[in-house]
């Protein structure tokens, strides 16, 4: 067996930027990805672009996106529970990320319809993350990087300062390496519902999984229980809500409903309980997560009628649909006269709607309505009714390896000379709450050719 | 048209359509994410604008062992191969070809047989050169029929699918903006214009456009060269045989080279391709068209290089039956999807400016 410099445990993209960079500077790297090869790239297969900041028209950017306002940005969304001197190295480092992405065979698209608000932050990627975790993984075959697909990492042995070797399994045999350095970007754990339950409670087994099912926290258990210093609250989650019917992993993004704001919500009582109108969906969707979890049974109910149809993105599954409230209620498994009163009442709260506009806060409310509906607000009247299921979609765990500017790991009493990390596994290293769109593939790159960088210069 | 393979592709476009990150590729995806709900003539015309380039499906995170099980270029190919055989005239001849390579191998020897007995039975009428063998009366009274009869067929199918897809009347912007994608192949060249996924999963390659456009450039070419040839006989009195520094000569040579490279590089992208990515029931039919055109390509080429032998009677016969079940099977075989591609870039550059 060939000795490495480097393993890289994880196969997305902080892992694939961490090994094209280290392997580049001339380290032998060897990736151990867990999930078989069709389900590479972790959750990195279902992104689409890349936040990035930028002091001129930039790819398929335009105009100019600089380091303070995408740092307002993302204060905005995390409430400042941010670490300010790591978010603004992930935003500067961000627009060099561009062209060296480019450089290793990654493409972008001008942003897609229904995302024209993303043209000047984010550049998409030509055919979403899947095409980009193809193109990395053609540069890591062209570098000579090796892969190993299904192979499980069980331990990472933490001696004193450093990591002294690596076990996992492949292909039915156990293994134990010795390489150089270790860099750690295997993601969250959100898809050990066991975990997520005892981090969130018994309801956590009801949340659907929007990403990968390999993402299982098992490195990031094991450095923990050592003593790797950790980041961010065990209990926090980055979850929205998305259709019910959604798989429970891997629906990615064409699970998510767009329809909320012209809606009304109901739980498994037939009972509204949060302003549908609050704000637009894009600053809402995540709140809903939270809502919906919160709800007998983690469920919710959306009802439109059939004025509001064709205001929002498709659905990946057609809305069930009725010609009365009472049927809608039949087909949802909700109490018809419970359905029909709250409806009734709601429509009774709408007032004047001549100034709709689904794009705006139009400020068409409700009044004398608890809770309000304060924007949207039209009646539930037109049949043929449409109705979704939602439920809690859980996108990422926010408990994670703490790190310092050159993406290494610490125990409680020094840094660990050979451990670095990169990705989602970290990322609470930055934001503690919240999320912006792109910025997880920005902190997942930044740090991924940090991370390359700094292991390689330690390995030779 | 067979509705379990449009309900396959329709449950996919709709997937498609909540997803919308392969936006990028291909004239498919604008089209698509320009609706909301899709009828059977939509799935048709979505099939027609596929070029089966793949971008999609080695893009997708969707793809098999997920439940969503996409697999959108083949549900796209089984669609448009249906649709080839729905409309096509006469229905008898319609889905003898595209499925069976046999059939196909089996038209070119009847049409070699029938060559060799024409002639033979014909006998000299005295003419020199080629016409020696056969005249250039015969050749006239063989070929024209055998060359407007695809015409007849293909404008009755294509007028049937312009009604099924609602087209339009058609401006000089559509013909420009359809033959502007074909003339390129951008269709071939993903938004990034580095080609498409074919011979080696998904690294993008211009091997298969630049391919296609070997083909069909070797083949109006050779079609030009027939036409300048017409021309010459008939408006300037200068039958054939023609020196290499004539027109029909200097247009044919290089169409024929181009049309036999391009097809036997073809065969070989295609043998590399993975066949689940394209209708499988097809593979057979498209190979079997494939061979024919570059045989045909071949046959002429080595007619003009032996020209003057004692090859010349029976390569002759062999070429003219490579021509003649050529352009009888245009209508039922791969050759039809040129002129189905057309049509369908025509309606969607009329959606664009509707």
């Known amino acids: ?460 | 048209m067979q509705t379990d393979l449009i309900a396959e592709a329709r449950r996919q476009a709709e997937i498609c359509n909540a997803c919308r990150y392969c936006e990028g590729y291909c004239s498919v995806f604008p089209a698509l994410h320009s609706q909301r709900a899709f009828a059977d003539c939509d799935i048709t015309q979505l099939a027609n604008l596929c070029h089966n380039c793949r971008g999609c499906y080695y893009a997708c995170q969707y793809t098999a062992p997920h439940e969503f099980d996409l697999n959108f270029p083949k549900a796209l190919a089984e669609v448009r191969r249906d649709s080839w055989e729905s409309l096509a005239w006469p229905q008898p001849l319609a889905k003898r070809f595209h499925t069976h390579g046999g059939a196909v191998a089996l038209a070119l020897i009847v049409g070699f047989a029938f060559m060799f007995l024409t002639i033979r039975a014909l006998g000299s009428a005295g003419g020199v050169g080629f016409y020696a063998v056969m005249s250039h009366g015969a050749m006239v009274a063989l070929f024209a029929p055998a060359f407007l009869f695809p015409l007849l067929s293909l404008a009755i199918s294509l007028r049937r699918y312009w009604q099924a897809v609602g087209g339009r009347l058609i401006t000089l912007a559509d013909l420009k903006a359809a033959f502007g994608r074909a003339v390129r192949m951008t269709d071939l060249a993903a938004g990034h214009g580095e080609g498409c996924n074919f011979e080696d999963k998904d690294r993008f390659s211009q091997a298969r456009r630049y391919a296609h456009q070997a083909i069909m450039y070797g083949f109006l070419l050779c079609f030009a060269a027939t036409c300048a040839g017409t021309v010459l006989h008939y408006v300037f009195n200068n039958p054939a045989p023609y020196p290499f520094w004539s027109v029909p000569k200097l247009l044919g040579v290089p169409g024929g080279v181009l049309l036999t490279l391009g097809c036997a590089w073809m065969a070989w992208l295609k043998l590399q391709s993975d066949r689940t990515l394209g209708d499988p029931q097809a593979w057979g039919g498209d190979i079997g068209f494939i061979l024919l055109l570059g045989f045909t390509g071949l046959s002429g080429l080595l007619l003009y290089v032996l020209g003057t032998t004692a090859w010349m009677p029976a390569l002759l016969s062999v070429h003219l039956g490579a021509v003649l079940t050529f352009f009888l099977l245009t209508p039922f075989t791969k050759m039809t999807h040129g002129f189905y591609r057309i049509a369908a870039l025509l309606a969607d550059a009329q959606r664009h400016r509707k």
């Open chain 1, 1 to 460: 067996m060939s000795t490495y410099d480097i393993a890289v445990i994880g196969g997305g993209n902080a892992a694939l930027c961490a090994a094209i960079t280290a392997a580049e500077a001339g380290a032998r790297v060897l990736i151990l990805e867990t999930a078989p090869k069709p389900y590479r790239g972790g959750n990195s297969r279902h992104t689409r672009n890349l936040r990035c900041a930028h002091n001129g028209p930039l790819g398929p950017l335009v105009e100019s996106y600089r380091e303070d306002e995408y740092l307002d940005d993302l204060l905005k969304v995390t409430d400042g529970n941010t670490d300010e001197q790591l978010a603004r190295l992930a935003i500067r480092s961000s627009e060099d990320c561009l062209p060296w992405m480019e450089a290793h065979g990654v493409r972008f698209q001008p942003s897609l319809s229904g995302t024209l608000s993303l043209a000047r932050t984010n550049a998409f990627f030509m055919g979403g993350g899947k095409s980009l975790v193809n193109a990395y993984y053609r540069a890591t075959e062209a570098l000579g990087v090796d892969v190993a697909y299904e192979a499980y990492v069980t331990h990472l042995e933490l001696s004193g300062d450093r990591i002294a070797c690596v076990e996992y399994t492949h292909q039915g045999k156990d293994h134990r390496i010795e390489p150089t350095a270790v860099i750690v970007a295997s993601g969250g754990f959100q898809a050990d519902t066991d975990w997520l339950a005892r981090a969130w409670g018994p309801a956590a087994k009801n949340f659907l999984i929007r990403g990968t099912p390999y993402n299982r926290g098992v490195v990031l258990a094991d450095l923990l229980e050592q003593g790797v210093e950790s980041v961010g609250d065990p209990t926090q989650c980055h979850a929205v809500a998305i259709d019910g019917r959604a798989p429970k992993f891997d629906g990615g993004i064409v699970t998510r409903l767009d329809c909320v704001p012209f809606s009304i919500v109901v739980n498994k009582n037939a009972e509204r309980f949060y302003d549908e109108g609050e704000d637009v969906w894009p600053k809402r969707y995540a709140i809903w997560g939270r809502l919906v979890a919160a709800q007998p049974d983690q469920v919710a109910y959306v009802i439109i009628d059939s004025k509001s149809l064709n205001l929002f993105m498709p659905s990946v599954f057609p809305p069930l649909k009725a010609d009365t409230l009472e049927e809608l209620a039949t087909k949802m498994e909700l109490p018809a006269d419970r359905l029909r009163h709250t409806v009734e009442t709601f429509n009774a709260a709408c007032g004047d709607a001549s100034a709709f506009h689904p794009t705006e806060l139009d400020g068409v409310a409700t009044s004398g309505l608890t809770p309000p509906k304060t924007n949207w607000a039209r009646p539930i009247s037109d049949p043929p009714f449409y109705g979704y299921s939602l439920r809690t979609g859980v996108t990422f765990t926010y408990l994670g390896l703490k790190v310092d500017e050159t993406a290494r790991c610490s125990s409680s009493t020094s840094p660990i000379r050979n451990l670095w990390a990169a990705g989602e596994t970290m990322a609470g290293s930055i934001l503690g709450q919240g999320y912006l769109a792109g910025f997880g593939m920005t902190i997942g790159t930044v740090f991924g050719r940090i991370a390359g960088r700094e292991a390689a210069s330690y390995a030779n």
